[in-house]
């Protein structure tokens, strides 16, 4: 038998997938938008963009941008009582809807 692979997109096959009117190559207004520090963004990882992604772990994850790291963003996230610091692209990153 072969071995599991133990890759970072390990189990990500139906979470990466993306809907069929929206397959082919992402927009490159998603790749340049700007974010200033203390808006909120929620992160939606687009597997067509391979740099930057952040862990799957955070996928769906909402925080608020707390700086810059080159041409990626600094995100805050909690996770159960802890504070976590993602580096994501912009590709990767989403305006929450207003309620």
Known sequence: MARATKGTRKGTRSLFRQPPRERGKTRITRMLQKFE????????????????????????????????????????????GKMKVVVAHPAHLRRPKAA
């Open 37 to 80: 520090a203390g808006d909120k963004a929620s992160i939606r990882i687009d597997s067509r963009v391979r740099g930057g992604q952040p862990h799957n772990t955070f996928n769906g994850m909402t925080g608020v941008i707390v700086g810059a790291q080159g041409s990626a963003y600094l995100l805050r996230i909690r996770i159960g």
